[in-house]
């Protein structure tokens, strides 16, 4: 393991350290009424997303910010615009530096989804039951890193191109034609399920 780096907190300058590490720490001075601190090592909360964060306080205001910001702040730069903080392995607990970037929102998103992290990508299933397997997810969809029930989007597609309500019945029908390996092709008519 390499020797801990500490840094000046951004903003921070003289009053807290962050380390390539992670970690965050108080140094020694005078409070905002003149008494003696003494540093320390804070404790980080962590955020239900996993994410931690400090509460760091300069002239009596107290401000909470995360701790990869932080590290990436002191040891990266400052963040470029229209870029957030990425970790490498998709664990928000990893303030490593070198597990951190800055990268787009983008790229975060499908990070998340590669981890297996991201919300959508752990469903099994759309709201209306239907099995997101791959012969039921839009394939462009798939590839910009969402999973979408194709079936739902077909029936949601027809209704609102027939000014209609959506209909349960109909995203079923398309499931099952998906199911038996029908591909929508534009312009085409939907073929009718055989009665088993």
């Known amino acids: 393991m390499t020797a801990e780096e ?3 907190v951004v903003g921070y300058e003289g009053v807290y350290e962050v380390s390539d590490h992670g970690r965050v720490r108080s140094l020694n001075r005078l409070d905002s009424r003149g008494r003696r601190r003494r540093g320390q090592m804070l404790r980080p ?3 239900k997303e996993g994410y931690r964060h400090v509460s760091l306080r300069r002239d009596g205001v107290a401000k909470t910010r995360k701790v990869h910001l932080l590290v990436l702040a002191a040891f990266v730069g400052p963040r470029p615009i229209g870029l957030v903080g990425c970790h490498r392995d998709g ?3 990893n303030n490593e530096v070198r597990n951190l970037r800055w990268d787009t929102q983008r790229s975060n998103v499908l990070d998340s989804v590669k981890h297996g992290t991201h919300h959508m990508s752990r469903r099994d299933a759309c709201g209306n ?3 997101l397997a791959p012969f039921n997810v839009q394939p462009k969809k798939f590839r910009d890193g969402y ?3 194709w079936a739902c989007n ?3 597609t027809w ?3 027939h000014r209609e309500a959506f209909d349960q019945s109909l995203a079923d029908h398309y499931y099952s034609l998906l199911e038996s390996g029908w591909v929508p092709v534009r312009g085409q ?3 009718q399920l055989l009665a088993a």
């Open 129 to 131: 039951g239907h099995r």
């Open 159 to 161: 209704a609102r191109d």
């Open 189 to 191: 008519k939907v073929p």
């Open 6 to 8: 500490w840094r000046a």
């Open 91 to 93: 664990d928000p607990g």
């Open 147 to 149: 999973r979408v029930c």
């Open 45 to 47: 909360a962590t955020h």
């Open 154 to 156: 077909l029936a949601q």
